[in-house]
């Protein structure tokens, strides 16, 4: 079980920037459910996508893998046979947790994809030839110019068939638009719970590492990269969820 989210709640002399630490591993589930809408129908929907991608005897990834959220719907969700999960993450808390959440899935659930959790940085990883990679906000954490180069490396380990699935948070060019919807995710997070003060100092947290593109961005880039086809299929305010085709 996860604590409840209390990481901004009292006034902070200095706020440093976000990191995955201990502190928001132990409330990381309520953070993202109160902060990310739409989050809970992204990550099982995923693993829908997933099962309509998977090749057999290939590999599935899951970069930044967190807490293993996605890993777990691509494991209940993927019946293509021989294939197994790779999950990655930078934060030692993180893995560690992981690894724990997975270990817990096994004894509920019978013949689950086996899957290897790794501390890692994903910009690093040797890939394996694969039929399905998830990015699930992790891609904004990346500094903007090395985005490119990972998602080419992701094109060329891709399979005929695979896909890959991204979902950011996103910024809009036209100014009202920024506006309105950076408003309404503030009601949102407002709606779950968090206060000004809140919202006001993880604002700050995140200002120097998570730097959203706009759609049109994504969609150029992933073009670049090799990409045939990039597809919208989930937006809930400025959050959205993308399949880009080989």
């Known amino acids: 079980m996860s604590d409840n989210d209390r990481i901004y709640a009292t006034p902070q002399p200095q706020i440093s920037d976000f990191t995955f630490n201990e502190a928001v591993v132990r409330v990381f589930p309520d953070m993202i459910k109160r902060s990310v809408p739409g989050y809970p129908t992204i990550v099982e929907n995923i693993g829908v996508l997933a099962a309509q991608f998977a090749q057999p005897d290939s590999v599935l990834y899951d970069l930044g893998s967190s807490l293993g959220a996605v890993t777990q719907a691509l494991r209940r ?5 021989g294939c197994r999960v790779i999950a990655v993450d930078n934060s030692p808390a993180m893995v560690e947790r992981c690894r724990e959440y997975l270990h817990a899935q ?14 890692g940085d994903i910009l690093a990883l040797a890939f394996a030839p694969c ?8 891609l904004q954490f990346i500094a903007p110019e090395q985005r490119l180069t990972l998602l080419s490396r ?3 380990s891709l399979l005929p ?6 979902s950011e948070k996103l910024r809009f060019e036209d100014e009202t638009e920024q506006q309105l919807l950076g408003e309404l995710h503030i009601a949102f997070k407002r709606a779950n719970g968090y206060s000004e003060l809140e919202i006001a100092q993880k604002r700050t947290a995140l200002d120097n590492v998570m730097k959203p593109d706009s759609l049109d961005q994504h969609r150029e880039r992933l073009l670049q990269a090799g990409f045939s086809k990039v597809i919208p299929w989930f937006q809930c305010l400025n959050f959205a969820s993308l399949i880009a085709l080989p």
């Not at 969700?77 to 046979?81: G, R």
């Not at 096994?106 to 501390?119: K, Y």
């Open 106 to 119: 096994d004894s509920m659930f019978q013949e689950l994809l086996p899957v290897e959790v790794q501390e």
């Open 77 to 81: 969700h993927v019946k293509a046979e």
């Open 154 to 156: 992701i094109r060329q």
């Open 131 to 138: 039929s399905v990679v998830a990015l699930n906000f992790t």
């Open 161 to 166: 068939g695979g896909a890959l699935i991204l």
